[in-house]
């Protein structure tokens, strides 16, 4: 299996508190949040490792450095959207191998990288049942199979949030790959690279797998970094001289 981690974008919603360095380097501990998950993608023997660049990418490249990493940089990331960033790196994702792919602004617990690797499903997405209307980016799903999706989702439309880890196995990376390019091909290039997928749903099934339990949390806000934060053992001060509960 190889991994690919999409961290082109800039996070506007919590760039003020950053000095202007990508979401992705939040300081997670003694290493930076990217830094943390290419070193578990290597624990897990995921060693074939891409990242899509885009914002600030040196310094990305500057703190991964020393790993044995591929980059694909997104010139146009200001005016894309991650489908974009994916396309720059289509030629890692083909391939006789499963692929993960994932935000890179995202913090999961180890026990929720190994449920992914060992789903034997494709293409599969995580979702957490636990975070409904609480949730960004929303699922609705019956049978574990994916049938509506988006942040309007309300009510007894939601099953849970998307994590922002999927995995398409090696049969499906090709039809994945193709589709990418039909869209890119004609000029889909602002939505999200899960759209490859959520496009096809009425074609063949997305499937989804609940991780309700488990701690992941999506870089988008402060309060996001806090409950990371938090769950680490530290305060959000130990790294940002703000007040918790400023926004």
């Known amino acids: 299996m190889k991994a690919l981690l999409l961290a082109a974008g800039r996070g506007t919603r919590i760039s003020r508190y950053l000095n202007g360095n990508p979401k992705c380097t939040v300081s997670v501990g003694d290493l930076t949040l990217i830094e943390n998950t290419v070193r578990r993608l290597r624990r897990a023997g995921i060693h074939e490792i891409g990242i899509a660049t885009g914002y600030r990418q040196e310094v990305i490249r500057d703190i991964l450095k020393g790993y044995p990493i591929q980059f694909f940089y ?13 396309w720059f790196a289509r030629d890692f994702i083909k391939g006789d191998e499963d692929i993960l792919i994932m935000n890179a602004d995202v913090f999961i617990e180890d026990s929720i990288l190994d449920i992914i690797i060992a789903e034997q499903r494709s293409p599969v997405m995580l979702s957490d049942e636990s975070r409904k209307e609480d949730g960004d980016y929303k699922f609705y799903y019956e049978n574990e199979i994916l049938m509506k999706y988006g942040k309007e989702l309300t009510g007894k439309d939601i099953t849970g949030e998307y994590v922002g880890i999927a995995k398409i196995g090696r049969a499906h990376v090709l039809r994945f790959v193709e589709k990418l390019e039909e869209m890119i091909r004609v000029q889909k290039h602002s939505v999200w690279w899960e759209n490859v997928l959520y496009e096809d749903v009425d074609k063949y099934p997305v499937y989804i797998h609940n991780i309700q339990g488990k701690f992941w949390a999506e870089v988008d806000y402060i309060e996001d970094y806090e409950r990371i934060l938090n769950y680490l053992g530290y305060q959000l001060g130990d790294f940002l001289n703000v007040r918790s509960n400023e926004t």
């Open 74 to 86: 997104n010139p146009f990331y200001d005016v894309t959207n991650s489908i974009a960033s994916a």
